[in-house]
Nanobody, 127 residues
């Protein structure tokens, strides 16, 4: 059974850094895409970054470009979201999501394109 588990959230001061982890299990397919999304209180969920295994391409929303980076471990079972220069407006529950329908130039940050979701982890940026 496909599972995704996010960890690494917490409280950080503005300008600080945090690394979120998305640990995957339950599949052995070569082609997949991982998206990172966030939802702040009272706001719609939005995509912030994505990665496709087909090409290794990463893509970022303009709001986080230059501050957030996606990486993976050597086994490619865990995907990380490195966040730096954090702002109060980055405060949200962060989710990772998975789809097996992807391609080399993947840049999809639409929620409806992802099929499996983790439980979310809270990130709070505050003084």
């Amino acid at each position: 059974q496909v599972q995704l588990v996010e960890t690494g959230g917490g409280l950080v001061q503005p300008g600080g850094s945090l690394r979120l982890s998305c640990t995957t299990s339950g599949f052995n397919l070569d082609s997949y895409a991982i998206g990172w999304f966030r939802q702040a209180p009272g706001k719609e969920r939005e995509g912030v970054a994505c990665f496709t295994s087909v090409s290794g391409k990463t893509h970022y929303a303009d709001s986080v470009k230059g501050r957030f980076t996606i990486t993976s471990d050597n086994a490619k079972t865990t995907v990380y979201l490195h966040m730096s220069s954090l702002k109060p407006e980055d405060t949200a529950v962060y989710y990772c999501a998975l789809t097996f329908v992807t391609w080399a130039d993947w840049d999809n940050l639409s929620l409806d394109e992802y099929d499996y979701w983790g439980q979310g982890t809270q990130v709070t940026v505050s003084s």
